[in-house]
Structure formats: C-alpha cells, structure tokens
Nanobody, 124 residues
Framework: QLQLVESGGGLVQPGGSLRLSCTAS????????IGWFRQAPGKEREGVLCISSSDGSTYYADSVKGRFTISRDSAKNTVYLQMNSLKPEDTAVYYC?????????????????WGQGTQVTVSS
C-alpha cells in the first residue's frame, strides 16, 4: 500500500523556520515527482513547490521563492520542505503529493498519492 506521511509541522513565530518531512512507504520516492501544497483556512489548496524525479529540478511559487527549499534524502525515502523567514500568511495545512513521472506541474490533478497533511501556524 502506497502511503505518504508528513511531519514537522507546528507553531512558530514570524521570521522563524520549520522543516517538514514527507516519508513514503510502499514505494520509492526517487521515481516520483513530488509536490508540496498548502491550504489555508477558507482558501483553496495551492501549490507551493515541486521537485523532479530525475535531475532534481525544482519550481517554486512566487510566494515562497527565496524562503522555502525542497530536497530529497534517498536513503530515508523522504522529501523535505525547509521553510525559512516564515510569515503569518504561510499558516496552512501542508500536504506532500507524489506522481509517477519525471516532472509534474504544480496542479493537484497531476498527483496521484497524497499525505494527510501537517499543520503549520505562524503567529506571535
């Protein structure tokens, strides 16, 4: 059974950092394009950033460019989302998603498998 599990969410002050993890079981993440999405209260889910399964190419939404980075740890079958300089508007439930492809755009329908989400709250 394919499963993605996010972890690392929590409460952080503005300007702080968090690292989210997305760990897979039942399949090897290296063969999948990975996307991180988020959904704030009362808003639609939006794409944040993604990484290819081949050469590590990445794409970042303008709202997080320069503050968030995505990386892989093949040995741990895990993808990380490092979030720095967090703002209150980054508050949301964050989801990782996987699609069996070399590269996928940041559109929900492109991804087949989703985690349950982890809450990130940025507040003083």
């Amino acid at each position: 059974q394919l499963q993605l599990v996010e972890s690392g969410g929590g409460l952080v002050q503005p300007g702080g950092s968090l690292r989210l993890s997305c760990t897979a079981s039942g399949f090897t993440l290296d063969y999948y394009a990975i996307g991180w999405f988020r959904q704030a209260p009362g808003k639609e889910r939006e794409g944040v950033l993604c990484i290819s399964s081949s050469d590590g190419s990445t794409y970042y939404a303008d709202s997080v460019k320069g503050r968030f980075t995505i990386s892989r740890d093949s040995a741990k079958n895990t993808v990380y989302l490092q979030m720095n300089s967090l703002k209150p508007e980054d508050t949301a439930v964050y989801y990782c998603a996987a699609g069996r492809a070399t590269w996928l755009p940041l559109r929900e329908r492109e991804y087949d498998d989703w985690g349950q989400g982890t809450q990130v709250t940025v507040s003083s």
